[in-house]
């Protein structure tokens, strides 16, 4: 054979230097058409099929993506984006359907977070951090535009998220009996996969109960995501349900601290662009 690519003589089903198929001719209506369900993955590597396993036994099956078992699965990141557009699609056919706008203005709620924060009234500042002050208006309109940006990229929100995440479950599960000593990056794929598993759940959800207000990160109630995370956390990291448990609340907790201090230097930074005059 010699392989139309990159013209390396070879005998075999697919060539040593740059994997292409040995098959590879000119397109039909056959293989155009496979080649649109490629988007799903093939055979055992098909999308559905690494969601089946997702849904039945999520932690074994991130272990087994750590392990090296990595052919008979969907490549996790492009299984995020897809399942992201899939609710897209899914959620804007539900507003077309009943006639709500998409996505909505948060100005309404983060005026009230903003005047809840500040208790000494709208003309006063909310923050000073010496550098600038930022007033409650200020606040509200800044966050109000970075939660809508937020709201329409779903994918970046969701990869962010778990990217607090990752860092905790780094730091908190590092002497796991069943995987210790994991790495940053292999944190990074067991959240990718995680947060694959709450997509098909969510589109579940929203498919049954309707899409719900405010569903800022995914549509689940609070037990069930926290339910869920616990589940997967037992398979891969093997401790004790008890110590899970435990485990699981402190990565959560530490998620939150984390959020805080990013919103805080989030206003630290907004006082700065809302006011440069007074840096001078
Ligand atoms: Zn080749």
Redesign the pocket.
Known sequence: MR?L????EYEGHY?P????SAKTSRFTVKSALSNTLDVWGMGSRSLPRTIWHLLIRPGQMIGDYLDGKRMPYFPPVKMLFVLCVFYALITSFGHILTGEPAGGNHMEETTQIAEALSERGKDKPLFDFGIGKVSVEGAAQGLSQTLDWFYGHKPVTLLCLHLLVTLSTWCVFRRAPKRPHTTLAENFFIQVLISSQLMVLSLLYILVFGEQDGAFFYPLPGWLLLGLFIWDFKYLFGYSWPKTVGLTLLTHLSVLLLFILLCTLFFALLSLALVPSAVG
């Open positions: 392989c690519n990159c013209h390396t060539c230097e740059c994997g292409q």
